[in-house]
């Protein structure tokens, strides 16, 4: 998800006593598949743990696509947040900050436009770049694999740990990119989906009212001088459309 700015409701810390009980929730389910697994082995039960586990590093590779695709399109990134739920943990950047949070499910990049040259464009960009990177990945899989033994059924540790991440991959890219809303009603987020089809459907004076939003709130929404980021001059979508000038 990249949402271009977000509050959040939930940046209170864990507690340690949360983070704990959160540790030991995650080991316990992780647990029970263990065990489901070890009853009557066969290698291939493997599959879904490893879908599991990859889900986690696939998210900081997913998160990472919007905020690498955002800088490159002219977007100050403020703050890229793992996991929903509870804040776990921050890490402080200089001019952004990370946040990890209490469920590694979903995650989002919060960025606001430099500019608004083509930034319709640039913005649905952004919003494709996460489940391009998952995509990616699962591309990567299919020709180091090859077709024919990446869909077809084996016993080989090695082959089904990669058939494993190639499904992860598909399956989160693939969820992001459903034009829907968040499931969590506190973060106003959307998936990558909806937010590619209102990147064009969103009027102008929505992009040049959130660059003097930050240019008056953006200390206190990322932490970081506005100024330091934004280029151009605060725009008035009235005069820009009087002047007859293409946002």
């Not at 489901?36 to 900081?60: E, H, M, N, R, Y």
């Not at 998952?134 to 082959?159: N, Q």
Request: glycine letters at 8%; zero cysteines.
């Amino acid at each position: 998800m990249d949402p271009l700015m977000s509050g959040s409701s939930s940046s209170r810390p864990l507690t340690p006593g949360e983070k704990w009980t959160t540790a030991i929730l995650l080991v316990l389910v992780l647990s029970l598949f263990s065990v489901d697994i070890a009853i009557d082995f066969s290698v291939i039960k493997l599959s879904a743990l490893f879908i599991i586990l990859f889900w986690v590093p696939l998210l900081v590779t997913h998160e990472a696509g919007h905020a690498i695709m955002a800088r490159l399109l002219g977007f100050h990134v403020g703050r890229i947040t793992l996991g929903t739920g509870r804040l776990w943990k921050r890490i402080e950047r200089p001019g952004y900050f990370i946040e990890i949070r209490a469920l590694p499910v979903m995650g989002f990049v919060a960025h606001v436009p430099r500019h608004l040259r083509s930034v319709r464009l640039r913005s649905a960009a952004v919003s494709a770049s996460g489940p391009g990177a998952d995509f990616a990945v699962a591309t990567i899989v299919l020709f180091a694999l090859g077709p024919d033994k990446l869909f077809s059924s084996s016993s080989d540790l090695w082959t089904i740990l990669l058939q494993s991440l190639a499904i992860a991959a598909t399956a989160q890219g693939t969820l992001n990119l459903l034009p829907v809303p968040s499931f969590d009603p506190r973060e106003q987020t959307t998936f990558d989906g909806a937010n590619i089809v209102l990147a064009f459907t969103r009027p102008d004076s929505y992009y040049a009212s959130m660059i003097d939003s930050f240019r008056e709130n953006g200390s206190r929404v990322f932490e970081g001088d506005p100024g330091d980021f934004l280029q151009d001059r605060k725009p008035d979508p009235e005069e820009w459309w009087k002047q007859g000038r293409r946002l």
